[in-house]
């Protein structure tokens, strides 16, 4: 039977001689037999390296290394989520947004969480709630965005 893993983690280059494509590289080298998918790779500046750096032991905290990685959601500037506000899911029911989080462990991680018409409490990606419904996927859907802001939220806003 097939496997997939999934593979998390940090690697710091002290020297800063490297890049994420060497590091995609050189990780993907040794997988005898195996398919590599996709590795996602992101890079970030640490500064000048001192051994004393949190940052040097197996056991650091993965918010020193998160720290590093300000996540930066594409959002037009016109598609702003706020509290309060109630918008349309692209398969037609509606929700009432009650915060703007941030991930405690993954700083710069921003979540939308809000109300169903149910009740239910959901929480959602910043970048996946303002983003494009998947036409491809759902060729049926009539909106542009996963959650579209209602009428009446846009001219209290304007």
């Not at 016109?78 to 991930?103: E, P, S, W």
């Not at 494009?132 to 859907?141: G, R, S």
């Amino acid at each position: 039977m097939a496997k997939i893993f999934k593979v998390s983690g940090y690697i710091v280059d002290v020297n800063g001689d490297s890049n994420a494509d060497e590091v995609i590289a050189e990780v993907s080298s040794d997988f005898d037999g195996m398919i590599n998918q996709h590795i996602h790779v992101e890079e970030a500046d640490i500064g000048k390296w001192n051994d004393e750096s949190p940052l040097n032991y197996d056991n650091c905290d993965l918010a020193d290394c998160e720290k590093y990685f300000k996540r930066k959601v594409p959002v037009d500037n016109d598609r702003n989520v706020m509290a309060g506000q109630v918008y349309r899911h692209f398969k037609g029911h509606t929700v009432k947004v009650l915060h703007i989080a941030q991930d405690t462990e993954a700083p710069g991680q921003f979540y939308v969480v809000y109300e169903c018409e149910d009740g239910a409490i959901w929480s959602r990606s910043y970048g996946m709630f303002v983003s494009e419904v998947d036409h491809v996927k759902y060729p049926n859907a009539k909106q542009k965005y996963r959650f579209e802001l209602m009428e009446s939220d846009k001219n209290e806003t304007d």
